[in-house]
């Protein structure tokens, strides 16, 4: 079929059920229909849901002179189609028309008359009347019961009158349970209280539902309309009549509080808990193209949703739901339409004003929702590159942090004389959060999503070795505890930069640091030199990349305490769970196997070559490495020592003093990588195994997902047999600078695998040295 033809789009809550009608209507038409799909939501487009700015993409794809029609199975996809109108060039948009028929007839009449050549307005009406010859064969008219005819669309319209029992009334988790009712069953519905019938509230929405302010025991109509609308009201009704907490809508949410934390950071804090907040960023009014808007905020919208992912805490959860909400959307966009705000103005209006409207209701379960909205607002600005005031106040009092998802640039900033321990709620032992925790020495543990709310100035006590946390301790469990971490600070005290095994084997140990106190720490404790310095400290949270001069001071007073002994820079790894502001970085579905490390900095070779020059310059009279993230193939390698290279020939050109010979590694965390390493000798002085990564690749487990933590396992056979290889063909000196360095078990069988050099929080060397001691 030529571009001249109109094209199709199928707008599916099911991509399976697209595909097919796809399928059908070209081998009605011909397989050279124009037909493209949007249909289905999550990472493979597996779940039940659409996505704007698929559909979106998929307008695009099929532009021509002819035009596009768009046709959608029901409910929500209606309202996913008319966003993604928005977001297209408004030119496109004059070539676009949605249509009311009905999905599966109407695609295969539209398809057969496109074919045909006819303009778009009749291949819509052939579309519109799709379903009129089964009508006349059947003589069937719609069956009685208890619905209406939808005003204006021909859609039967149901409707439930019902009480609401939750003793909470209609709050945050209800409201999202019932968001995601009305989309699994691709209806439209709506709710409004029977004594205010005039307010009315898009079920789809979280922000119009809550703006009810729906207490217990009130009733309210409900309607719904579409394909799936009894099934999803009827659920509805079995939901609100019998609670969230007889509800089957959130099983994995109950599943959730049900666990217990996971230990994260080795030691013992006892003191005050003080709940982590984050201020809502004070966006200026600016003004610009709106296309150019819309495009940013569909964008940083994607980026949110995916820096939460899928595991997690069920209040995560709820704030996927948050950045989910239509209402939200419409408003942003109509904002971006009518006053040409930027995409991060018209964002932080709109979030400002629900959060005032949840924050003035009258229920206090309500009113403090409006943070949970304000946080999951907060993300999205983040991904547009405004960041929020940190959250530990002037003047607290040594105590333990309790955070939702600890940022890793929170964690960075933590100083271990203000904060004793850290509680997160969600996270996990191998996040950037949690390695940075262990390179501070701060005890923390994680995936703590029983404890509940806590209020500021309740006494807490963590044991981070073991997971275990205690709420208002008493003073013999205090006192057992104290005499615990007296023991572990004995312990720690006794182990130096090496530890000699019985054979006469000699294990050195390094240190992970991320900052400069993580490297005073590290020479306290008499690290043979720093096996992984991170540089990402130097851009997380900026707008601007850091110039040369400034990357080349701050590293230089980083590095300074370990003069006299080796020092490894690892190159920026940026993506994934640590994106770059202004990184041009495109959406990926997973950024975990996309565009990160070494990737990432090879296409942007002007920041490669400033950051190389900075490093040869900071590490000037230090005995100096430099490491590369995520490599997979020696190329990779082979175009970074060609940078390196041109930098040192740019300072011995102007003559700036500089580190030179330096040497060249790699991470090893791509199994390719580790199961060719003989091919990178020539091209690398050193290796360096990051089992975090390694660990999650090899398995095939998510390392933030908490509900996969039996995963989470360096300890492999799988992966201490690639740590063997990398030891015993790669010609070159091995080290292990993962977390699995600082595991006393696991350090026992890296070590058994032919490692010699293991890199860890300075805080470890004890435990781990004791373990490899005692064999």
Not at 320 to 342: I, Y
Not at 435 to 447: C, T
Not at 511 to 524: K, L, M, P, S, Y
Not at 565 to 583: C, E, H, N, S, Y
């Amino acid at each position: 079929m030529p571009e001249g033809t109109v094209g199709l789009v199928l707008v599916s809550h099911s991509r399976t059920l697209a595909c097919s009608v796809a399928r059908l209507a070209r081998q009605m038409a011909g397989a050279e229909a124009r037909i493209a799909i949007a249909a289905g939501a999550g990472e493979d487009r597996s779940d039940l849901g659409t996505d704007a700015t698929e559909i979106a993409a998929a307008i695009e794809a099929l532009d021509s002179a002819a035009g596009t029609l768009v046709l959608m199975d029901l409910g929500s996809a209606i309202l996913s189609a008319g966003t993604a109108l928005e977001l297209i060039d408004p030119a496109m948009r004059e070539r676009v028309l949605l249509s009311a028929g009905p999905f599966v007839e109407g695609a295969l009449a539209a398809a057969v008359a496109a074919a045909a050549g006819s303009p778009l307005r009749e291949v819509r009406d052939e579309a519109l009347g799709a379903l009129a010859p089964k009508q006349a064969e059947l003589g069937e008219d719609v069956a009685a019961g208890d619905r209406s005819a939808g005003a204006g669309t021909g859609e039967a319209e149901w409707a439930r009158t019902v009480a609401i029992a939750d003793p909470a009334g209609l709050h945050l988790r209800p409201a999202a349970a019932i968001a995601r009712i009305v989309r699994a069953h691709g209806a439209s519905a709506a709710i409004s209280p029977l004594d205010r019938p005039e307010r009315i509230a898009n079920a789809a929405s979280l922000t119009a539902m809550l703006g009810l302010d729906l207490r217990s025991g009130a009733v309210v109509r409900v309607t719904a309309r579409g394909k799936g609308a009894a099934v999803a009201l009827e659920a509805i009704e079995r939901f609100l009549s019998r609670g969230a907490s007889g509800s089957e809508a959130e099983p994995e949410a109950r599943a959730e509080r049900k666990a217990g934390p996971v230990p994260v950071s080795p030691g013992i804090a006892i003191g005050p808990a003080f709940n982590l907040r984050i201020e809502f960023p004070k966006v200026p009014r600016s003004r610009g193209d709106p296309g150019a808007a819309k495009a940013a905020l569909a964008a940083a919208l994607a980026r949110a949703r995916n820096g939460i992912g899928s595991g997690g805490s069920a209040v995560l959860a709820l704030q996927r739901e948050l950045l989910d909400d239509p209402a939200l959307l419409e408003r942003a966009l109509s904002l971006v339409e009518e006053e040409k705000l930027e995409a991060a103005p018209a964002w932080a209006e709109t979030v400002e004003e629900a959060a005032a409207r949840i924050a003035a209701l009258g229920d206090p379960i309500l009113s403090a929702r409006a943070a949970d909205l304000k946080d999951a607002g907060r993300r999205v600005l983040a991904a547009l590159g405004v960041a929020g005031e940190g959250g530990l106040p002037a003047g607290m009092p040594p105590s333990i942090i309790i955070a939702e998802d600890l940022a890793p640039s929170l964690a960075a900033a933590f100083d271990p004389a203000h904060v004793l321990g850290v509680i997160d709620r969600a996270g996990g032992p191998t996040t950037h959060a949690a390695i940075l925790l262990r390179a501070r020495g701060i005890p923390a543990v994680a995936g703590a999503f029983s404890i509940g709310e806590v209020a500021d100035g309740t006494l807490f006590a963590i044991d981070g070795a073991s997971g275990r946390t205690w709420r208002a301790p008493d003073a013999e469990t205090c006192a057992m505890l104290e005499a615990e971490r007296a023991v572990e600070r004995e312990r720690n005290a006794t182990v130096a930069g090496t530890v000699s095994l019985a054979d006469g084997t000699v294990i050195e140990l390094w240190a992970n640091a991320g900052g400069r106190d993580e490297v005073v720490a590290a020479r306290r404790a008499d690290a043979r030199g720093i096996g992984l310095l991170r540089s990402e400290f130097l851009f997380l949270e900026r707008a601007l990349p850091p110039s040369e001069e400034e990357q080349a001071q701050e590293l230089g007073a980083v590095i300074e305490p370990m003069r006299g002994r080796p020092v490894i820079l690892r190159t920026l790894d940026a993506g994934a769970d640590k994106p770059i502001p202004f990184l041009p970085i495109a959406q990926e579905a997973n950024p975990f196997l996309g565009v990160r490390g070494i990737r990432a900095t090879l296409a942007h070779p002007e920041l490669f070559a400033t950051q190389l020059r900075a490093f040869l310059r900071a590490g000037c009279g230090h005995e100096l490495g430099i490491m590369l993230p995520m490599v997979t193939e020696p190329a990779e390698v082979a175009a970074a020592r060609d940078l390196l290279a041109a930098a040192h020939g740019d300072l011995v050109s102007a003559r700036v003093p500089h580190a030179w010979p330096v040497l060249l590694g790699i991470m090893v965390e791509v199994p390719a990588a580790a199961w060719r390493i003989a091919a990178f000798r020539d091209l690398c002085d050193f290796y360096s195994i990051g089992t975090n990564d390694l660990t999650q690749y090899v398995l095939a487990a998510d390392r933030g997902n908490p509900r996969l933590a039996r995963f989470h396992d360096a300890g492999n056979e799988a992966v201490i047999a690639l740590c063997r290889r990398v030891a015993a063909e790669g010609g070159r000196p091995t080290s292990v600078c993962g977390e699995a360095a600082g595991e006393p078990r696991i350090a026992r069988s890296l070590v058994a695998a032919g490692i010699r050099r293991l890199s860890m929080a300075p805080a470890l060397f004890g435990p781990v040295g004791e373990a490899l001691r005692a064999g």
